[in-house]
C-alpha cells in the first residue's frame, strides 16, 4: 500500500467534511466519490469509523476505503423512497445510560428499551443511576437493583456530591462510549464532574443537531484527558426499534431469554399460552413484573408500528 495512505478514526463529522485522528494528527477529508455510487439505504461513513485515507497537503485527505463495523447503533429514517439508517455512532465499546433517582424520577420503560437496542447491537451496557442524594442508596436500589440481578453494571453517582464520579470516570478511560438518556437525568453535570468543561461542549452540539435540518449540525467524538472518547445521542427517538420483528423482542431481555427456551412451544408469546416458562418465572421471582411489561409493551409496539412517543 501506498506510504500515504493512512489508517484512521473518524472523530467529527459536518457537512460532508470528516475529521479523521490518525497516528499523524487530524485530517480534514472528504469521501471519495467512488464510494457514493450505487443505492444509499443509509450513511456510508459515520463517527467511529476506522477508513483509510490518502494525504494531501495542510492535513487534508480523502477517505478511500471504510473498514467493516463490527457494531453500530443507529435509527431508521422513514423516506419516500424507503427507510434510511442514520448512524448515530460505529463501533462504540460501550453504552453509558443515565437516568435520575429522582426529579424527574426514572423511566425505566425508556431505560428497558435502550437495554434492548444494546442487546440487539451486542454492546455492553452500563447503567448510572444519578442524583442517589435525593433518595438514598436504600431508595436508589429499589429502582435498579433489578438490573444488577440480571448483569447490567449499575454504577450510582451523585454530581452534586460527588459521589461515584472516580468510578464513572475509571469506566470511561479508554473506551468510545455512546452516552443517552432523558433530560434532566444530570448528564452534562456528570461529565464536568469527570472532566471540567466535557459536558457543556458536550450539551451544545447536542443541542445544535436537534435544530433541525436548516440548522448546520455536526457530530462528534469528545477526546477525554485519560484515553477515550464520548459520544452524546441527538436525540431521544434515535433509539427506537424500527428494524426489530415481534418475535426478537423476548431475545433482547437477557433474563426472558434465559427462560424462553423451556416454553412448552417455540413460538410462544409468552402472554397466555399454557407451558409458559417465563409467566413461570415472573410468579417464583425470578423476572422482575415491570421487566415483563416493558416487554409486552416492546412487542406490541413492534406488532402494532406504533409510535414510542
Same mark, same amino acid.
Given at each position: 500500500?501506498?506510504?500515504?495512505?493512512?489508517?484512521?478514526?473518524?472523530?467529527?463529522?459536518?457537512?460532508?467534511? !470528516?475529521? @479523521? =485522528?490518525?497516528?499523524?494528527?487530524?485530517?480534514?477529508?472528504?469521501?471519495?466519490?467512488?464510494?457514493?455510487?450505487?443505492?444509499?439505504?443509509?450513511?456510508?461513513?459515520?463517527?467511529?469509523? &476506522? @477508513?483509510?485515507?490518502?494525504?494531501?497537503?495542510?492535513?487534508?485527505?480523502?477517505?478511500?476505503?471504510?473498514?467493516?463495523?463490527? =457494531?453500530?447503533?443507529?435509527?431508521?429514517? %422513514?423516506?419516500?423512497?424507503?427507510?434510511?439508517?442514520?448512524?448515530?455512532?460505529?463501533?462504540?465499546?460501550?453504552?453509558?445510560?443515565? !437516568?435520575?433517582?429522582?426529579?424527574?424520577?426514572?423511566?425505566?420503560?425508556?431505560?428497558?428499551?435502550?437495554?434492548?437496542?444494546?442487546?440487539?447491537?451486542?454492546? %455492553?451496557?452500563?447503567? *448510572?443511576? $444519578?442524583?442517589?442524594?435525593?433518595?438514598?442508596?436504600?431508595?436508589?436500589?429499589?429502582?435498579?437493583?433489578?438490573?444488577?440481578?440480571?448483569?447490567?453494571?449499575?454504577?450510582?453517582?451523585?454530581?452534586?456530591?460527588?459521589?461515584?464520579?472516580?468510578?464513572?470516570? /475509571?469506566?470511561?478511560?479508554?473506551?468510545?462510549?455512546?452516552?443517552?438518556?432523558?433530560?434532566?437525568?444530570?448528564?452534562?453535570?456528570?461529565? $464536568?464532574?469527570?472532566?471540567?468543561?466535557?459536558?457543556?461542549? @458536550?450539551?451544545? @452540539?447536542?443541542?445544535?443537531?436537534?435544530?433541525?435540518?436548516?440548522?448546520? *449540525?455536526?457530530?462528534?467524538?469528545?477526546?477525554? /484527558?485519560?484515553?477515550?472518547?464520548?459520544?452524546?445521542?441527538?436525540?431521544?427517538?434515535?433509539?427506537?426499534?424500527?428494524?426489530?420483528? %415481534?418475535? /426478537?423482542?423476548?431475545?433482547?431481555?437477557?433474563?426472558?431469554?434465559?427462560?424462553?427456551?423451556?416454553?412448552?412451544?417455540?413460538?410462544?408469546?409468552?402472554?397466555?399460552? %399454557?407451558?409458559?416458562?417465563?409467566?413461570?418465572?415472573?410468579?417464583?421471582?425470578?423476572?422482575?413484573?415491570?421487566?415483563?411489561?416493558?416487554?409486552?409493551?416492546?412487542?406490541?409496539?413492534? /406488532?402494532?408500528?406504533?409510535? &414510542?412517543?
Amino acid at each position: 500500500m501506498s506510504e500515504n495512505i493512512l489508517r484512521g478514526m473518524i472523530i467529527r463529522a459536518q457537512s460532508g467534511f !470528516f475529521i @479523521v =485522528n490518525t497516528a499523524e494528527g487530524e485530517f480534514s477529508c472528504h469521501l471519495r466519490g467512488r464510494l457514493k455510487q450505487g443505492p444509499k439505504t443509509g450513511d456510508i461513513v459515520a463517527l467511529g469509523d &476506522w @477508513v483509510k485515507i490518502s494525504c494531501q497537503d495542510e492535513k487534508k485527505g480523502m477517505i478511500e476505503e471504510v473498514e467493516p463495523r463490527r =457494531n453500530m447503533i443507529y435509527r431508521m429514517d %422513514p423516506r419516500p423512497q424507503g427507510e434510511y439508517r442514520q448512524i448515530i455512532i460505529a463501533n462504540p465499546d460501550q453504552a453509558i445510560y443515565v !437516568f435520575s433517582c429522582a426529579r424527574p424520577e426514572p423511566r425505566l420503560r425508556m431505560l428497558d428499551r435502550f437495554l434492548v437496542v444494546a442487546e440487539k447491537e451486542k454492546t %455492553p451496557a452500563i447503567i *448510572v443511576a $444519578n442524583k442517589i442524594d435525593l433518595i438514598g442508596m436504600d431508595g436508589a436500589r429499589e429502582y435498579f437493583e433489578r438490573y444488577e440481578k440480571i448483569g447490567y453494571p449499575v454504577i450510582y453517582t451523585s454530581a452534586e456530591k460527588n459521589q461515584g464520579i472516580d468510578k464513572l470516570e /475509571e469506566t470511561l478511560i479508554g473506551k468510545i462510549s455512546l452516552l443517552a438518556g432523558p433530560s434532566g437525568a444530570g448528564k452534562s453535570s456528570l461529565l $464536568n464532574a469527570v472532566q471540567p468543561g466535557l459536558g457543556l461542549a @458536550v450539551r451544545g @452540539v447536542s443541542q445544535a443537531t436537534k435544530k433541525g435540518r436548516h440548522t448546520t *449540525v455536526f457530530r462528534q467524538l469528545f477526546p477525554l /484527558e485519560k484515553g477515550g472518547y464520548m459520544a452524546d445521542t441527538p436525540g431521544l427517538k434515535a433509539l427506537d426499534l424500527w428494524d426489530t420483528t %415481534p418475535e /426478537e423482542v423476548d431475545g433482547y431481555f437477557p433474563e426472558i431469554r434465559d427462560a424462553l427456551m423451556y416454553c412448552r412451544f417455540s413460538d410462544c408469546t409468552h402472554k397466555d399460552e %399454557p407451558g409458559c416458562a417465563v409467566r413461570e418465572a415472573i410468579e417464583k421471582g425470578e423476572i422482575h413484573p415491570e421487566r415483563y411489561q416493558s416487554y409486552l409493551r416492546m412487542r406490541k409496539v413492534q /406488532e402494532d408500528k406504533i409510535p &414510542w412517543f
